[in-house]
């Protein structure tokens, strides 16, 4: 039962008009693996009978499922590292000096898949923030609503618990239930997830100090890219920080951000870097400092305030 | 705890869902298992027992053949001995049982995987929970064995 | 550099040393927590940086293992990572108490494993020669 190249135009066209997701020609195997249970499950037909049946007036709700079987929803806790690293070195305490007054961030995890990357920034600010007295409120948002959904109830297999999450971390936020772990309401309680296509213009939103908009770029073309940044740069504060994938840059794409190096990750900025209005935020970009066994620098290595 | 009430604190879901991550993690679902040695007959028996507030065994049955194509594959090795064998199906119980302790009152102790040629022959617990994966065709039986209310000392391993 | 995979059953033992030997290290093993402390004496000049160890192993477990070391200043520096079935929240705490930097729960992936091993920065080819 293989995919006819009509079929396989309709479908990418699909996925690229509903969520800017770019499948090239090449990628019919893809579309094979992601459609071939939903076209199973619709009858014994075969798989471009369903792309027939996508197309006609009654296949609205299942041309949904086709969009949300073709994002790729790979994920981990503390991805990449790194980011984390400078989030906590150098990112947290800067914030923490310029929302002095408010006391309170505010964070986006823009393409958040099943959480994970929402819920490690959680665990981090419930260490090094939320113990000064601030608020955190993180949005996480995804186009496809089963991840949202995840994302909402914080229940993770064992299998995906292991990846990535140092096991102290693990037992100290999470609860066994059954064969999986639930996330702690303390966590839960700072996260709220919602259905957001990165695509389309963006809802009524809070300002951002933070935002996280990792390995989603990588998915679209360059204009959609250009367009995506362009309007996460208005949902910021001219302050805050933009946190992109190892693949992701705005070199070349959007050349309205600040760059600032860190170590070997580079900052992006919506304003131009201004030295902290208060207190002592790192004046001159350093290397990360070594990495610690509990997955999280001691608080006192950069006194904040 | 009841002597006839025999609820499982485990489900054949639970059973089916570790055994699946297991397999998975053994990297055992990855391309098509290769056609197990129709040479080989007879049915290996693979127990462990939990002991504490909870006591029983966790056992699984897998047929000699499918038993040698699962040992190569986690051995990356084609060149595998009955020794082989009877320590990768151990190991197999002894993750799976490590699991289904975990599903079980707290405070268990896991016992050490003993792999066997014959199911022993007396009735020494109530099976209370049952699910079958599959290997190349062949099925891999699970069950747990319930030996609450019943005097220990009498009992032996199923396996 | 060394890594030491501590378990009763040879399979695990193969499957842990074939992917540290893929990441470049030296792999001693030991089917037991006695046998693996003997390992650690005789190899004292050149120690692991790294040992895997299961829980339930005859002889002496992992957890008396993890203590072993721990009471032993000398040891401070070897990396302890618990790979086993034991899965309850209560035995990883205890095990943490007791002195292991990190808990696999098996079954596992490959990535999980590396991911691990990346966290707690044992890769050999950095730090220590
Ligand atoms: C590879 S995951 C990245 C998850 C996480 N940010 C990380 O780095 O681990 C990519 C996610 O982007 C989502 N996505 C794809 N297109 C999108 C769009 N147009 N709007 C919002 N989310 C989208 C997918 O549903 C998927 O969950």
Redesign the pocket.
């Known amino acids: 039962m293989s995919l006819s190249s009509q079929s396989f135009a309709y479908v990418a066209d699909l996925v690229r008009r509903e969520?800017?997701?770019v499948l090239e020609p090449g990628k019919e195997y893809l579309v094979e693996a992601r459609l071939q249970p939903l076209a199973r499950a619709h009858g014994p037909a075969g798989i471009d009978a369903y792309v027939a049946f996508l197309q006609s007036p009654g296949g609205y709700g299942a041309r949904a499922e086709v969009v949300?079987a073709l994002?790729?929803?790979?994920?981990?806790w503390f991805?990449d590292r790194e980011p984390f690293d400078v989030l906590v070195s150098h990112v947290i305490p800067d914030l923490l000096a310029r929302t002095a007054t408010r006391r309170k961030i505010t964070v986006w995890?823009?393409?958040?898949?099943?959480g994970?990357?929402a819920y490690t920034i959680a665990m981090l600010m419930a260490e090094h923030v939320v113990p000064r007295g601030w608020q955190v409120e993180i949005l996480a948002?995804?186009?496809?609503p089963g991840?949202v959904a995840r994302t909402r109830e914080g229940r993770y297999s064992q299998l995906e618990i292991g990846r990535g999450l140092p096991a102290p971390l693990m037992v100290k936020h999470f609860q066994r239930v059954g064969t999986q772990w639930q996330v702690s309401d303390q966590l839960r309680s700072m996260v709220r997830a919602q259905v957001?296509?990165?695509?389309?213009p963006l809802p009524l939103m809070p300002v951002f100090d933070l935002v996280?908009?990792?390995?989603?770029l990588i998915?679209?073309d360059q204009p959609t890219k250009r367009s995506v940044l362009g309007r996460v740069r208005k949902a910021m504060s001219p302050e805050g920080y933009l946190f992109l994938?190892g693949a992701e840059t705005t070199l070349g794409i959007d050349e309205s951000w600040h760059r600032t190096p860190v170590g070997r990750l580079t900052l992006n900025r919506p304003g131009p870097p201004a030295t902290a209005a208060t207190g002592a935020a790192p004046a001159a970009p350093a290397a990360p400092p070594p990495r610690t066994f509990s997955g999280v620098s001691p608080a006192t290595r950069q006194k904040a305030i | 705890m009841s002597a006839f009430a025999q609820e499982s604190p485990v489900t054949p879901e639970d059973l089916q869902l570790l055994g699946g991550d297991v397999l998975a993690a053994f990297l055992l679902d990855h391309d098509r298992p290769g056609d197990p040695d129709h040479g080989r007959s007879g049915v290996l028996h693979a127990s462990v027992s939990v002991r504490g507030a909870w006591n029983g065994w966790i056992t699984l049955e897998v047929s000699r053949a499918a038993a040698h194509d699962l040992t190569r594959r986690m051995l990356h090795d084609d060149d595998v001995d009955d020794d082989d064998v009877r320590d990768a199906v151990g190991e197999l119980v002894n993750v799976l049982g490590g699991n289904v302790k975990s599903l079980l009152v707290d405070g268990c102790v896991l016992g050490l995987p003993e792999v066997t040629d014959h199911q022993h022959p007396d009735q020494p617990s109530v099976e209370i929970c049952r699910t079958e994966l599959w290997w190349a065709d062949h099925p891999v039986t699970v069950r747990v064995w319930s030996a609450e209310g019943r005097d220990l000392h009498s009992l032996r391993s199923p396996a | 550099m060394h890594a030491l995979v501590i378990d009763d059953s040879r399979t695990m033992r193969m499957m842990l040393a074939r992917q540290l030997e893929h990441l470049g290290f030296e792999v001693l093993q030991a089917g037991d927590g006695q046998q693996a402390l003997e390992v650690l004496a005789s190899n004292r000049d050149d120690l692991p940086v790294l040992a895997t160890v299961d829980w339930n192993m005859p002889v002496m477990n992992g957890l008396d293992f993890v203590k072993a070391v721990r009471a032993d200043n000398g040891l401070r520096d070897v990396t302890l990572m618990m790979v086993t079935t034991e899965a309850e929240q209560g035995q990883i705490v205890r095990a943490l108490a007791a002195g292991a930097h990190e808990y696999l729960i098996k079954p596992f992936s490959a990535e999980a494993f590396v991911d691990k091993l990346d966290y707690l920065g044992v890769k050999p080819g950095r730090g220590a020669a």
């Open positions: 969520a800017a997701i949300e994002t790729t929803n790979e994920t981990s991805r995890s823009a393409a958040c898949s099943s994970q990357e948002t995804d186009i496809a991840m957001l296509n990165l695509a389309a996280f908009l990792r390995n989603v998915y679209f994938g």
